[in-house]
């Protein structure tokens, strides 16, 4: 499995997932862990760290097996509870 240097105690653990008709298993990495990792080593604001790891960790393609950022799901569950569920 590939990992990001510098981020291990970012890791939340692995997920499986299907390509090209094989398994490939990779790990998950927190988001906000991964910003916290770049605020307290090399000094970034939060914005600037959240900016950093969308542009060059989610948006780089390492291979099949690169890994999965994740975010908390506390802004989902806000966009959940503030969505209009009716038919109208």
Do not use: H
């Amino acid at each position: 499995m590939k990992k990001y240097d510098g981020f291990d105690e970012a890791i939340i653990g692995y997920a499986s997932v299907w390509q090209n008709r094989s398994r490939v298993t990779t790990i998950v990495y927190d988001g906000e862990k991964m910003c916290k990792v770049l605020a307290d080593r090399d000094g970034m604001t939060f914005d600037e760290a959240r900016e950093f790891v969308e542009y060059n960790i989610e948006g780089g393609y390492i291979g099949e097996d690169t890994p999965i950022v994740v975010w908390p799901s506390d802004a989902l569950l806000e966009i959940v509870e503030d969505a209009d569920w009716s038919d109208e």
